[in-house]
């Protein structure tokens, strides 16, 4: 990450106050922030990946893929920083030869503090609420960071975020692949994806998920803790859906139908495709589509 970046989120990190459902760790930012700078130290410079349209997978030449998951909300006046570190790891992953695949998932628990953010979702909540049972936490807050289904970033241990990056990399993962993906011909509000998991030799079955997110939102906050503010957000995820089940040694083969909201446009999208063990669990396999040209 460029120096004058950093020195830029860092500054505009509010270390005195928190988001959070009424408790938070904010100092994961400004710890993110030293990970990044750590980690390019010692891993050497990151691998720029390139980021434009393309209208094949992007991620099938990429050894190392890692699901980054950040919750987050334009209620929330911590978020801002983060929402700008998600894009910087988007770029420049800090771990030389791996991809971060991103995810914007905004909650709704924000919205009744002056301003709903439009791309707010209960089912969001709920997920994370998921990941925090699942994980032992002790409760939701944003902006929180879950990497891979299995570990949260915390904060005031610099050392143990570049960890989980680095631990990350080197875990084995099936091959996921996202194929053709067209409008269907009989409904323009939905999209059809093909979705292909290799086998897995893990002991249980997973659950196969695509998410279907905004490659790129900017808003004009009226009221709340952002007032004023004119936020860019990256990867927002309008919906993440469950489309079939990868059994033990078995692959996965299928073109899935993803309805849209009437009026999105598909170049405007994402898709992100990947395996995981229920529960939340750990993450098998995941794979990106950028929007087509």
């Given at each position: 990450?460029?120096?004058?970046?950093?020195?830029?989120?860092?500054?505009?990190?509010?270390?005195?106050?928190?988001?959070?459902?009424?408790?938070s760790v904010c100092?994961?930012?400004?710890?993110?922030?030293?990970?990044?700078?750590?980690?390019?130290?010692?891993?050497?410079?990151?691998?720029?990946?390139?980021?434009?349209?393309?209208?094949?997978?992007?991620?099938?030449?990429?050894?190392?893929?890692?699901?980054?998951?950040?919750?987050?909300?334009?209620?929330?006046?911590?978020?801002?920083?983060?929402?700008?570190?998600?894009?910087?790891?988007?770029?420049?992953?800090?771990?030389?030869?791996?991809?971060?695949?991103?995810?914007?998932?905004?909650?709704?628990?924000?919205?009744?503090?002056?301003?709903?953010?439009?791309?707010?979702?209960?089912?969001?909540?709920?997920?994370?609420?998921?990941?925090?049972?699942?994980?032992?936490?002790?409760?939701?807050?944003?902006?929180?960071?879950?990497?891979?289904?299995?570990?949260?970033?915390?904060?005031?241990?610099?050392?143990?975020?570049?960890?989980?990056?680095?631990?990350?990399?080197?875990?084995?993962?099936?091959?996921v692949r996202i194929?053709?993906?067209?409008?269907?011909?009989?409904?323009?509000?939905?999209?059809?994806?093909?979705?292909?998991?290799?086998?897995?030799?893990?002991?249980?079955?997973?659950?196969?998920?695509?998410?279907?997110?905004?490659?790129?939102?900017?808003?004009?906050?009226l009221r709340g803790?952002?007032?004023?503010?004119?936020?860019?957000?990256?990867?927002?995820?309008?919906?993440?859906?469950?489309?079939?089940?990868?059994?033990?040694?078995?692959?996965?083969?299928?073109?899935?139908?993803?309805?849209?909201?009437?009026?999105?446009?598909?170049?405007?999208?994402?898709?992100?495709?990947?395996?995981?063990?229920?529960?939340?669990?750990?993450?098998?396999?995941?794979?990106?589509?950028?929007?087509?040209?």
């Amino acid at each position: 990450m460029a120096i004058a970046t950093e020195n830029f989120l860092i500054q505009n990190i509010d270390m005195s106050r928190c988001g959070s459902v009424r408790s938070s760790v904010c100092a994961v930012l400004f710890f993110g922030l030293l990970l990044l700078q750590t980690v390019s130290t010692a891993e050497g410079r990151a691998q720029q990946v390139e980021n434009k349209t393309a209208p094949a997978d992007t991620s099938s030449a990429v050894t190392h893929p890692i699901l980054v998951e950040l919750f987050t909300s334009e209620g929330c006046s911590s978020c801002p920083p983060a929402d700008a570190l998600l894009q910087k790891m988007d770029i420049s992953p800090p771990i030389n030869g791996a991809q971060l695949i991103v995810l914007s998932e905004h909650v709704d628990y924000w919205d009744h503090d002056g301003w709903k953010d439009p791309n707010s979702s209960a089912a969001l909540t709920e997920r994370q609420a998921d990941y925090v049972r699942v994980l032992g936490l002790s409760e939701p807050y944003t902006p929180q960071i879950i990497v891979d289904g299995t570990s949260e970033v915390r904060a005031n241990n610099p050392q143990q975020f570049a960890k989980v990056f680095q631990e990350a990399a080197v875990v084995p993962k099936i091959s996921v692949r996202i194929g053709e993906v067209s409008i269907d011909a009989g409904n323009p509000n939905v999209l059809r994806a093909h979705i292909e998991a290799d086998g897995s030799s893990d002991k249980h079955n997973a659950d196969v998920f695509v998410a279907v997110a905004l490659d790129r939102v900017e808003s004009q906050v009226l009221r709340g803790e952002n007032g004023g503010k004119h936020l860019t957000n990256i990867a927002v995820v309008l919906q993440i859906t469950k489309v079939g089940k990868l059994s033990k040694g078995k692959s996965f083969d299928e073109t899935v139908p993803l309805k849209l909201k009437p009026g999105t446009d598909p170049k405007s999208l994402r898709i992100v495709a990947f395996v995981q063990e229920s529960g939340p669990g750990k993450l098998l396999g995941v794979a990106l589509r950028r929007p087509a040209s």
